[in-house]
């Protein structure tokens, strides 16, 4: 039974470019979330996606933006990239709300 | 920012030293749930608490909620140099069971 697929696992992009990263939840989890996860830091809530529409959001701006697709697959896209968005992105996914998450391995983000 | 706080930040023990980290939150949390991040990993979902005043034990580990549901501990016994990582507790916030908020987490080193 896989886990929770992120893709790609590493990238660099400079400033002002746009980024999508990937997510595929666990096998049975329809919700999907994306945390951001700076050095040395605990993982920041970016927000949350179930049947396909955003449910909760997180204190981050309107560059970063998600979708989910039928097959509870999802996006996470970053726009006007800042050498502030260097980070690990996770993907966490739950069977429902109040289960503990599966967390993928992440994608590394640098933004130079 | 992170409004669930954890201490110590650090940790450092002696293998077969006992370990705990506290969790606390200045809201009431629905339940609370405990996560380890091994260096260079991804965190993985140990545990969830939800009644008042709980203690679920997992082998050397022990964890307890409080009465009031707003703190939490994590206690491991006789640390083994595979206990270490970084120890994030998480629970619900902002009214919202969806938004998952993480400590910072505390990083536990044992030498062997």
């Known amino acids: 039974d896989a886990g929770v697929t992120q893709s790609p696992t590493h990238l660099i992009k400079t400033r002002g470019q746009q980024v999508t990263l990937r997510c595929s939840p666990k096998s049975g989890h329809d919700t999907v979330s994306w945390y951001q996860q700076a050095l040395g830091q605990g993982p920041q809530f970016i927000f949350q996606y179930y049947e396909e529409e955003e449910r909760q959001r997180g204190n981050f701006p309107d560059r970063f933006s998600g979708h989910q697709f039928p097959n509870y697959s999802s996006e996470l896209n970053v726009n006007a990239l800042l050498l502030g968005d260097s980070a690990l992105y996770l993907c966490?996914?739950?069977?429902?709300?109040?289960?503990?998450?599966?967390f993928g391995s992440g994608t590394r983000l640098t933004v130079v | 920012g992170q409004q669930v706080m954890q201490i110590p930040q650090y940790q450092h023990v002696q293998e077969g030293e006992d370990f705990t980290t506290y969790c606390n939150s200045s809201t009431t949390l629905s339940n609370i749930q405990w996560y380890k991040q091994r260096p260079g990993g991804h965190p993985v979902f140990l545990i969830q608490?939800?009644?008042?005043?709980e203690v679920k034990k997992q082998k050397r580990l022990t964890f307890q909620f409080g009465e009031a549901k707003k703190n939490s501990s994590l206690h491991i016994t006789a640390t083994q140099t595979t206990d270490v990582g970084t120890y994030f507790c998480a629970g619900p916030r902002g009214g919202s069971n969806y938004k998952l908020t993480f400590g910072k987490g505390t990083l536990l080193t044992v030498n062997p």
């Open positions: 966490a996914s739950s069977p429902r709300v109040g289960y503990g998450y599966t």
């Open positions: 608490l939800v009644k008042s005043g």
